[in-house]
Structures are given as structure tokens and as C-alpha cells.
């Protein structure tokens, strides 16, 4: 018998969050595949599986629906950041080695996160048309989350791994480094390989410590 049998059974979720879940997860595919434009509420409803009134009821009109599209997707997003950042190095042995692991868990796990990509893609597209859409994206979303990363690079300062003077700065660098190099060969939607992640992460921090490693410890 195996682990999974004796594990408690989830519980259910009420059925109008369950409606509400399944109407953003459609949303948020029909927004990406056909555009905010492309797209109409009973097109929504019928991926959703609910009635037009269903999705008025929950969430609102098209716009509405956009705005709860952003905060969910941000909303996990940062989660998954937060638990990435709770595996940084605090005190490594070996700096270049920890950072590079590092980076790997941040590019795969966030900075490729599939919700985030898709949309970030929408927002972009549609930033000319829909700048307020656009203007709400990047409340919610990009970067929102670095000034925790900023304040584990200040650390290691601190303790004398890494010669910054402004945190904030060399955090920003860091995840542009290690996002310089990452093959997309299966599409910008798609997760890049472990070897693909591995291999930009090491040149970007290679090339990080060159400009920000401790001089003297």
C-alpha cells in the first residue's frame, strides 16, 4: 500500500470559489490565446463550463475580470518567489556554487513560472491599447517581490561574501544576468531545460562575481 492511501482527502472547496477559480483559469487562457480584444464573456463562460450571469455574478465584466486575472497570477507568482527565496545562501562555502543553484531555482521555478510568462506576453501585447491593464500588471507583478532578494544580497555583504554598495542595484543585475542566457527552444511559453538553466545561470554568476564578489575576506 502505497504512502498516498493514508493521506487525508482535501478538503472541498465551496462550489462558488470552485466557480471562481475555473472562471479566472479560463480567462486568463482565452486573454493569452485570443487577446483582450478577441475575446468575449460568453466565450469565457462556455470555457469556464458556466453561464454568462455565473461569471457577471463572480467576478464581473470583461475588465473586472482582467484585473482578478493579474492579482491571481501575481498572487502565485510572488508565493513561488517566497519559497525560492527561502533556499538562499545565507553562509555558503562556496559562494559561486551557491548562487548558481540559486539561480537555477529562481529562473526555473519564478522568472519562467508559465502563468507568469503568458501573461506577461498579454500585457505587453496589449499595453498601447489598454495602458490602464498594463499600468495594473506591474502594480501587482514584476518586481514587486525584489527588495526581499535585495535584502539577502545585502547580507552577504554584510557577512563579507560580495563587495555591493547598493543592494537594490546588484539584485537587479544579478536576475538580468541570469536570465541573459536561457534558451527558449521550445517556445516563450515553455519551460527552458535544466541543462539550458544551469548553463546561464553559471555565466551570469560568473560574470555577477566578477563585478560584485568580496575583494579581500
Not at 460568453?42 to 486575472?69: C, F, M, P
Not at 493579474?70 to 525560492?84: N, T
Not at 544576468?177 to 521550445?186: E, Q
Request: glycine share 6%.
Amino acid at each position: 500500500m502505497s504512502d498516498t492511501d493514508f493521506a487525508p482527502s482535501a478538503p472541498a472547496l465551496p462550489k462558488a470559489l470552485t466557480k471562481r477559480a475555473a472562471i479566472i483559469d479560463a480567462a486568463k487562457r482565452a486573454f493569452v490565446r485570443d487577446g483582450f480584444a478577441g475575446i468575449s464573456i460568453d466565450a469565457i463562460a462556455i470555457e469556464a463550463g458556466v453561464s454568462r450571469q455565473t461569471v457577471y455574478n463572480q467576478l464581473g465584466d470583461k475588465d473586472q475580470l482582467l484585473v482578478a486575472v493579474v492579482e491571481d497570477v501575481s498572487a502565485r507568482s510572488s508565493a513561488l518567489l517566497m519559497a525560492v527565496i527561502a533556499t538562499f545562501p545565507d553562509k555558503p562555502d562556496d559562494i559561486e556554487a551557491a548562487l548558481i543553484d540559486f539561480g537555477v531555482r529562481l529562473v526555473g521555478r519564478c522568472m519562467c513560472d508559465i502563468d507568469g510568462r503568458a501573461l506577461a506576453m498579454l500585457m505587453e501585447r496589449e499595453a498601447k491599447r489598454y495602458p490602464e491593464f498594463y499600468a495594473t500588471w506591474k502594480a501587482y507583478g514584476p518586481g514587486q517581490d525584489w527588495p526581499v532578494i535585495a535584502a539577502c544580497f545585502d547580507k552577504l555583504a554584510r557577512n563579507g561574501y560580495l563587495d555591493i554598495d547598493d543592494a537594490s542595484l546588484a539584485t537587479r543585475q544579478f536576475v538580468a544576468l541570469i536570465n541573459a542566457d536561457v534558451r527558449l527552444d521550445a517556445g516563450p511559453c515553455q519551460p527552458p531545460s535544466d541543462h539550458s538553466l544551469r548553463e546561464a545561470s553559471t555565466a551570469g554568476v560568473k560574470t555577477f562575481l566578477r563585478a560584485f564578489g568580496a575583494r579581500q575576506r
